[in-house]
């Protein structure tokens, strides 16, 4: 977790927890509602030693649109992209 719910406070402990279930030399793709904070988790963890970091770009539901409602202008979902809910 990059930022700690509630609050979005940093995590403090990010690259240790993913060092303790990443793989260095493996695809990590991070993914966050807008796209802004997976730009800072994959950065961090690039800095880290990981190689193949990648943020999503557009988040999972971009921007807000005009009225501030998100999902209506770009992101994953928006895109069609598979996705499922639990």
Do not use: M
């Not at 609050?7 to 260095?24: M, S």
């Not at 990590?28 to 961090?44: D, E, N, W």
């Amino acid at each position: 977790e990059w930022n700690q719910y509630p609050g979005g406070v940093r995590n403090p402990n990010f690259i240790a927890e993913l060092k303790r279930q990443v793989d260095p030399e493996a695809l990590v793709l991070f993914l966050c509602r807008s796209g802004v904070r997976s730009i800072g988790a994959a950065s961090a963890a690039t800095e880290a030693g990981y190689a193949s970091c990648f943020s999503i770009l557009e988040g999972f539901e971009g921007d807000p649109d005009a009225q501030g409602q998100r999902g209506k202008l770009g992101g994953w979902r928006f895109h069609g992209l598979p996705w499922s809910q639990s």
